[in-house]
């Protein structure tokens, strides 16, 4: 019996790849790759060919040619004189800008609707469901055109400002102008200006860096201030008062910085066609911003609602036992347990928003899409360099996102006893 | 013992409610006004609601529908209501709405689309509703080769050949896995439907058809368009990426490093790019990637990339209903002595997919909203659609009307789906526990 | 072969033999059916009428190319492309040929690999703005927000003109016409430029078409036209000679009222070695000798296709202009048949 167990040593035969468990598994991703590879090979020796019979092979120098196209929205300094590549850039920030800003309203108006989607107040938590079911059943392209064409229909021109009685006036203390061409917002001026930085691809203001610096130092004193203060309460049992000197501390150099550089505000004015001056935010990039925050937010509202709802009804009791009110259940107690389910969600969702800011294309907004998947590829018929670069962008600016996440799921994780 | 008279014997009589907790005053009392902060939320909401009601009705219902171009409609709103605001001209939607809905079909050929939207649902059903006869699949079956018919047309062959594709793969897989084995077996068996579909199936087709003819008009992709265009791109993407995503889903879940980064590799690589990049891929790349002289029609290149886009997404929910099965399923299948696919079939797959339901069916309505974006790459949805429509000088300057009633399909289509998957969350949630 | 195209594809195997580079011509003779790329809707040169058939200028030339080749104006098969895909389109064989207002430019040519064959239309680029404005002239358009189509032409040079005018703008790049012109009428652009042709459609199409004038500089050349494949010379030749058919038939009078009479032969040698009466010029190309009747017949001589679509009595109106025959002030001229 007991020699039957030990096995001979088998002579290695073909089939055993097969049929051999020891093997299989090899085998297997062996054949899996191979197909793979030759299926690859295959496209890329496809595309290879059929480009060089065409006379294009695939090069990246066209990223610096002259990208001869102007672009309205910029975050840097750019001219139809500079290259694709810059152009390209120029359309990268503004995807990021326009991402940034839809992350944050979306959060504003997904937590403020999934708070308002729970209160008692059932025509408030009907309107909440009413918003959430509207908006996320409808595309997002269709919100989009809807908000591009109320702002446009709706919003006057500039024209409507000219004249002894204008149609239309600015807001707030005529510093705020709102058209169907964009919102003009005053903009901070410096007439003792420090100037500007070259740093190679863009200029940073010496003015802005001497503020954050003056910024920094004042919050560090306070700071070093509040552990003086820990340190003698701590010793003598009494605590100094520390609220008045701090807010002196951070606040006092830094309006002393603004009034020596001669901080003033500039208003938009009415100059020939257009609004002069201000910081532009052009009409594509509000529509675009209004709708994605707007169709986000109602999944972040669901978010935010299933997040609270999972708390457990304890946790609520239990606060309510010890006397805190409702309002600071909510933000002490309730929403940071929330937090754990709701993050993960939350950061799914910002990643949803910054592809979807694609749809930039469909209403003007230069954004990546519009830079270099639309125009530059027009113009330079490189179609394979330009969409292949634009999906590598993504891809990082996606991989980048989904790393945060899992580094702060790693951090926030519920460690179990 | 004591006297105890200072305690009541018997019951009060219950009295009734005060009259500010019951009924009409009650209820708005306790769900509107139950406090200063939310009786100021009430009013405001109410004034919001009141304000864009009154500022939306009177333009939807002062309509026109009678109309035969814009400027009509504006003669007659000036006749009826005389001052120079808008009003809807529904007049467009009369005018064009088989447009939006049917694409560019021929009126009499109208029925075709609607009975495949018929077909699909029934094959859907016994997906969706587990309570009817499991026969039912059959017609799940025989719906992919009629749905493409009914939508595209031709003779009647080529669906039916194509099934039989299907017939003869299965027979020789049955017949060669009891001779070879069954991974021989399976082998032959797609080897023997690939030869048939590659190389029978089309001298069988056009013999057959010349001798018994028997066909729809044929439809060309081009004039696909309107919501059978979305409603069709958003069922071949599921039905065909469902396969797709069980694969990868099972791949990424895989102990072999090499078929689980290349799985993974894949489904990160279409999560992480949006998808209107793929659609560029599909119109304009995709042609580079095959051989000289060899093309596909253009929406089927799209149907492809939204696949591949949907099995990404699918198979992702496919992995979160496989790791939420219990680990003692797998260890039972493996203490039964069932092989790792024949585990799979019967035990594994039969519940991650149940459980993975409701996440099919929400990423099958972001996948119907998202067959919107096909229109950047000047396919006719419903928005590419209205564009033409606008673009005709009856209807120059028409925007919410058009906007508002496919939105309204849109509506109706997603919200219906979203509920059934809530329906169906319940339900399971309730069967598991 | 096309109706198993879905089914195949189920395998993997759905391939559809396309174009290859050689033999453009003996493809489309063995489909039957002419693949002419055309835009998405442009008023009057390609659009989808109330039914959903094309119509305009541009899909006339695609009909006499079907009528010269098949006798059949209706075998052709429009594909909408957009600006983005079109050249992509052309050059892995989806299309034949493009109709599609494409500006022929020396980069188009000689660096993607197409072949432009004539010149069907010639444009410029304008501008519109409304009257109230005040404008006369495009130089005194400093710092207006001006609406272009991006992916064309017309955004270079919109950009080119600024910058040797030495002035400012701001660019509002629209998606399409349609888009564009709804922009322009909401005033959220004070300029709206594209070729002038398309310009004068679009004024047409305006609420109040008096109040918006087109300026009268033209800031570009754009001559638009039928472009093929790199390197397959017959099918070029095909294109050309039956667009330069459709010139020298307004050059000789010849009609689709009067063609069926004419190819019965005339006095003049032209007309006959054109119609097929004498010679053997169709068999050169490898069509039929009466290859431009059937053209003729079909769509009518240039000026009736251009009267027909965009001219004066049409709701674009535009006058002939630079597309008058060259006996006429024009530039449209047509080799000799000879």
């Given at each position: 019996?007991?020699?039957a167990?030990?096995p001979?040593?088998?002579?290695?035969?073909?089939?055993?790849?097969?049929y051999?468990?020891?093997?299989r598994?090899?085998?297997?991703q062996?054949?899996v790759?191979t197909?793979?590879l030759a299926?690859?090979?295959w496209?890329?020796?496809?595309?290879?060919t059929?480009?060089a019979?065409?006379g294009k092979?695939?090069r990246?120098d066209f990223?610096?040619?002259?990208?001869s196209?102007?672009i309205?929205?910029?975050l840097?300094?750019?001219?139809?004189?500079?290259?694709?590549g810059r152009a390209?850039?120029?359309?990268l920030?503004?995807?990021?800008l326009?991402?940034f800003?839809?992350?944050?309203?979306?959060?504003?108006?997904?937590?403020?609707g999934?708070?308002?989607?729970?209160?008692?107040?059932w025509?408030v938590s009907?309107?909440?469901?009413?918003y959430?079911e509207i908006?996320?059943n409808?595309p997002l392209?269709l919100w989009?055109?809807?908000c591009m064409?109320?702002?446009?229909?709706l919003?006057?021109q500039?024209?409507?400002?000219?004249g002894?009685?204008?149609?239309a006036?600015?807001?707030?203390w005529?510093?705020?102008?709102?058209t169907?061409?964009?919102?003009y917002?005053?903009?901070?001026?410096?007439?003792?200006?420090?100037?500007?930085?070259?740093?190679g691809?863009?200029?940073?203001?010496v003015?802005?860096l001497?503020i954050?610096?003056?910024l920094?130092?004042g919050?560090?004193?306070?700071?070093w201030?509040?552990?003086r203060?820990?340190?003698?309460q701590?010793a003598?049992g009494?605590r100094?008062?520390?609220?008045?000197?701090?807010?002196?501390?951070i606040?006092?150099?830094v309006?002393?910085?603004?009034?020596?550089?001669?901080?003033?505000?500039?208003k938009?004015?009415?100059a020939?066609?257009?609004?002069?001056?201000?910081?532009?935010?052009?009409?594509?990039?509000?529509a675009?911003?209004?709708?994605?925050?707007?169709?986000?937010?109602t999944?972040?509202v669901e978010?935010?609602?299933?997040?609270?709802?999972a708390v457990n009804?304890g946790?609520?009791?239990?606060a309510?036992?010890?006397?805190?009110?409702?309002g600071?259940?909510m933000?002490l107690?309730?929403?940071?347990?929330?937090?754990?389910?709701i993050?993960?969600q939350?950061?799914?969702?910002?990643?949803?928003?910054t592809?979807?800011?694609?749809?930039a294309?469909?209403?003007?907004?230069?954004?990546?899409?519009s830079t270099l998947?639309?125009v530059?590829l027009?113009?330079?018929g490189r179609?394979?360099?330009?969409?292949?670069?634009?999906m590598a962008i993504y891809?990082?600016?996606?991989?980048?996102i989904?790393g945060?996440?899992?580094?702060?799921?790693?951090?926030?994780k519920?460690?179990?006893? | 013992?004591?006297?105890l008279s200072y305690?009541?014997l018997?019951?009060?009589?219950?009295?009734?409610?005060p009259?500010?907790?019951?009924?009409?005053q009650?209820?708005?009392?306790?769900?509107?006004?139950?406090?200063?902060a939310n009786?100021i939320?009430t009013i405001?909401a109410a004034?919001l609601?009141?304000?864009?009601?009154?500022?939306i009705l009177p333009?939807i219902?002062?309509?026109?529908w009678?109309?035969?171009?814009?400027s009509?409609?504006r003669?007659?709103?000036?006749?009826?209501?005389?001052?120079?605001t808008e009003y809807a001209?529904?007049?467009?939607?009369?005018d064009?709405?088989?447009?939006?809905?049917f694409?560019?079909y021929a009126?009499?050929?109208?029925w075709?689309?609607?009975?495949?939207?018929l077909?699909?649902?029934?094959?859907?059903?016994p997906?969706l509703?587990?309570?009817?006869?499991?026969?039912m699949?059959?017609?799940?079956l025989?719906?992919?080769?009629?749905y493409?018919?009914?939508?595209?047309?031709g003779?009647?062959?080529?669906?039916?050949?194509?099934?039989l594709?299907?017939?003869?793969?299965?027979?020789?897989?049955?017949?060669?896995?009891r001779a070879?084995?069954?991974?021989?077996?399976?082998l032959l068996?797609?080897?023997a439907?690939i030869l048939?579909w590659?190389?029978?199936?089309?001298?069988?087709?056009?013999?057959l058809?010349?001798?018994i003819?028997?066909?729809l008009?044929?439809?060309?992709s081009?004039?696909?368009?309107?919501f059978?265009l979305s409603i069709?791109i958003?069922?071949?993407?599921i039905?065909?990426s469902l396969?797709?995503?069980?694969?990868?889903?099972?791949?990424?879940q895989?102990?072999?490093?090499?078929?689980?980064?290349l799985?993974?590799?894949?489904?990160?690589?279409?999560?992480?790019?949006p998808l209107?990049t793929?659609?560029f891929?599909?119109?304009?790349?995709?042609n580079y990637f095959?051989?000289r002289?060899?093309?596909?029609?253009v929406?089927?290149?799209v149907?492809i990339?939204?696949?591949?886009f949907t099995?990404?997404y699918?198979?992702?929910?496919?992995?979160?209903?496989?790791?939420?099965?219990p680990?003692?399923?797998?260890?039972?299948?493996?203490a039964l002595?069932?092989?790792y696919?024949q585990?799979?079939?019967?035990?594994?797959l039969?519940q991650?997919?149940k459980?993975s339901?409701?996440g099919?069916?929400?990423n099958f309505?972001?996948?119907?909203?998202?067959?919107t974006l096909?229109s950047?790459?000047a396919l006719n949805?419903?928005?590419?659609?209205?564009?033409n429509?606008?673009?005709n000088s009856?209807?120059n300057g028409?925007?919410?009307?058009?906007?508002?009633?496919?939105?309204?399909?849109?509506w109706?289509f997603?919200?219906?789906?979203s509920?059934y998957?809530?329906?169906l969350?319940?339900r399971?949630?309730?069967g598991?526990? | 072969?096309?109706k198993?195209?879905?089914?195949?594809a189920?395998?993997?195997?759905g391939?559809?033999?396309?174009?290859?580079a050689?033999?453009?011509?003996d493809?489309?003779k063995?489909r039957?059916k002419?693949?002419?790329?055309?835009?998405?809707?442009t008023?009057?040169f390609s659009?989808?009428?109330s039914?959903?058939?094309?119509q305009?200028?541009d899909v006339?030339?695609?009909?006499?190319l079907?009528?010269?080749?098949?006798?059949?104006?209706?075998?052709?098969?429009?594909?909408e492309?957009?600006s983005k895909n079109?050249?992509?389109?052309?050059?892995s064989?989806?299309?034949?040929l493009?109709?599609r207002?494409?500006?022929w430019?020396?980069?188009?040519?000689?660096?993607l690999?197409?072949?432009f064959?004539g010149i069907?239309?010639?444009?410029?680029?304008?501008f519109?703005?409304?009257k109230?404005l005040?404008?006369?002239?495009?130089k005194e358009?400093?710092?207006?927000?001006?609406?272009?189509?991006?992916?064309?032409?017309?955004?270079?040079?919109l950009a080119d003109f600024?910058?040797?005018n030495?002035?400012?703008y701001?660019p509002?790049p629209v998606g399409?016409?349609t888009?564009?012109?709804?922009?322009?009428?909401e005033?959220?652009?004070?300029v709206y430029?594209?070729?002038?042709?398309?310009?004068?459609?679009?004024?047409?199409?305006?609420?109040?078409?008096?109040?918006?004038?087109?300026?009268p500089e033209?800031?570009s050349k754009?001559?638009?036209?039928?472009a093929?494949?790199?390197?397959?010379?017959?099918w070029?030749?095909?294109?050309?000679?039956?667009?330069n058919a459709?010139v020298?038939?307004?050059?000789t009078?010849?009609?689709s009222?009067?063609?069926?009479e004419?190819?019965k032969g005339t006095d003049?040698?032209?007309?006959?070695?054109?119609?097929?009466?004498?010679?053997?010029?169709?068999a050169m190309?490898g069509l039929d000798?009466?290859?431009?009747?059937?053209?003729i017949?079909?769509?009518g001589n240039?000026g009736?296709?251009?009267?027909?679509?965009?001219g004066?009595?049409?709701?674009?109106?535009l006058?002939r202009?630079?597309?008058?025959?060259?006996?006429e002030?024009g530039?449209?001229?047509s080799?000799p048949?000879r």
């Open positions: 019996m007991s020699d167990a030990i001979q040593a088998e002579r290695f035969k073909l089939s055993m790849l097969i051999d468990s020891r093997y598994s090899a085998t297997i062996a054949v790759l197909l793979v299926f690859v090979f496209i890329v020796n496809n595309a290879v059929n480009l019979a065409l092979p695939i990246f990223l610096g040619d002259t990208a196209y102007d309205n929205q910029k840097i300094e750019y001219s139809s004189t500079d290259s694709h390209v850039l120029v359309g920030l503004n995807t990021l326009v991402a800003m839809g992350c944050v309203t979306a959060t504003v108006i997904g937590v403020i999934g708070v308002l989607r729970l209160s008692n107040n025509l009907r309107l909440m469901v009413l959430v908006f996320r409808v392209l989009i055109f809807v064409f109320t702002l446009t229909a919003a006057p500039p024209r409507a400002f000219r002894e009685n204008p149609e006036t600015m807001k707030l005529d510093s705020i102008a709102i169907n061409r964009g919102i917002l005053p903009e901070p001026l410096f007439s003792r200006s420090l100037g500007n930085i070259d740093i691809i863009f200029l940073i203001s003015d802005l001497a954050l610096a003056v920094g130092a919050i560090f004193a306070a700071r201030n509040s552990k203060a820990n340190a003698i701590t003598t009494d100094p008062k520390t609220l008045g000197v701090n807010t002196a501390l606040v006092v150099p309006l002393a910085l603004l009034v020596i550089l001669g901080f003033h505000i500039g938009p004015a009415l020939g066609f257009n609004f002069r001056g201000g910081i532009n935010m052009s009409a594509p990039l509000i675009l911003w209004l709708g994605l925050s707007l169709y986000t937010g999944y972040i978010a935010v609602r299933s997040g609270i709802q009804k946790q609520t009791e239990a309510s036992a010890l006397g805190i009110r409702p600071r259940t933000s107690v309730v929403l940071p347990q929330a937090m754990r389910i993050i993960p939350l950061i799914s969702q910002y990643l949803n928003l592809k979807n800011s694609s749809l294309i469909a209403i003007g907004y230069m954004d990546l899409v998947g639309g530059t027009n113009q330079t179609e394979m360099e330009c969409i292949l670069l634009l891809l990082t600016i996606s991989l980048l989904s945060g996440m899992n580094w702060y799921n790693e951090r926030v519920l460690v179990e006893r | 013992m004591a006297d305690v009541r018997e019951m009060l009589p219950q009295k009734e409610p009259r500010s907790s019951v009924g009409v009650g209820w708005m009392r306790i769900n509107l006004f139950s406090s200063g009786t939320l405001v004034v609601v009141l304000m864009i009601l009154a500022s333009w219902f002062g309509g026109v009678n109309a035969s171009s814009l009509e409609c003669e007659i709103f000036a006749e009826r209501y005389g001052n120079g001209c529904w007049a467009v939607i009369k064009r709405w088989h447009q939006i809905i694409g560019y009126p009499d050929q109208y075709r689309p609607v009975l495949g939207f077909l699909i649902l029934l094959a859907f059903a997906v509703f587990p309570k009817l006869p499991s026969q699949f059959y017609i799940t025989a719906s992919i080769f009629i493409p018919w009914l939508i595209w047309g003779t009647i062959w080529s669906p039916i050949i194509a099934a594709g299907v017939a003869v793969g299965y027979g020789v897989y049955v017949l060669a896995s070879l084995g069954s991974l021989i077996g399976l068996g797609c080897a439907a048939w590659s190389a029978i199936s089309g001298a069988l087709t056009d013999a058809s010349s001798t003819p028997a066909s008009e044929t439809m060309s081009l004039n696909l368009a309107g059978v069709t958003g069922i071949v993407a039905a065909a396969p797709l995503a069980i694969v990868l889903a099972l791949g990424r895989s102990d072999m490093w090499i078929v689980n980064k799985c993974t590799g894949f489904i990160e690589i279409i999560r992480g790019v209107i793929l659609l891929v599909a119109t304009v790349l995709l095959l051989p002289g060899v093309e596909f029609d929406i089927l290149r149907m990339l939204v696949t591949l099995a990404a699918i198979a992702e929910v496919i992995r979160g209903g496989l790791a939420a099965l680990k003692g399923q797998y260890e039972a299948a493996d002595g069932l092989t696919w585990a799979q079939r019967l035990i594994i039969p991650a997919l459980i339901i409701p099919i069916v929400s309505i972001s996948v119907f909203k998202d067959t096909v950047i790459v949805d419903p928005l590419g659609i209205a564009n429509i606008r673009a009856d209807w028409i925007v919410w009307e058009l906007y508002g009633f496919i939105g309204l399909i849109f109706i997603c919200f219906s789906m509920r998957s809530m329906w969350e319940r399971l949630q309730t598991h526990h | 072969m096309k198993t195209v879905f089914f195949g189920l395998v993997g195997a391939l559809v033999a396309g174009a290859s050689a033999a453009t011509l493809d489309i063995d039957g002419i693949h002419c790329g055309v835009t998405e809707g008023l009057g659009a989808r009428d039914e959903g058939n094309h305009g200028f006339d030339f695609c009909r006499a079907g009528a010269a080749i098949f006798n059949d104006s209706d075998a052709v098969e429009y594909i492309l957009s079109r050249f992509t389109a052309l050059s064989g989806q299309v034949d493009l109709y207002t494409t500006t430019t020396f980069s188009r040519d000689v660096d690999k197409t072949t064959v069907n239309y010639y444009d410029g680029q304008g519109m703005v409304p109230e005040g404008v006369t002239s495009a358009l400093e710092g207006a927000t001006v609406c272009i189509e991006t992916g064309t032409t017309t955004e270079l040079n600024f910058r040797v030495g002035m400012s701001e509002l399409g016409t888009e564009a012109k709804a922009l322009f009428e005033g959220a652009c004070d430029t594209t070729d002038a042709s398309a310009l004068a459609g679009v004024r047409a199409a305006l609420k109040d078409p008096a109040a918006y004038i087109i300026l033209i800031v754009e001559p638009l036209g039928p093929v494949r790199h390197g397959d010379d017959e070029a030749d095909v294109v050309r000679w039956v667009q459709l020298a038939a307004e050059e009078g010849v009609t009222a009067n063609v069926a004419l190819a003049n040698p032209e007309i006959n070695r054109m119609l097929g009466s004498e010679g053997s010029l169709g190309l000798a009466d290859f431009a009747v059937r053209a017949a079909a769509v240039y009736e296709i251009f009267e027909r679509n965009i004066e009595n049409t709701p674009i109106g006058a202009g630079l597309n008058a025959l060259w006996t002030g530039l449209q001229y080799p048949f």
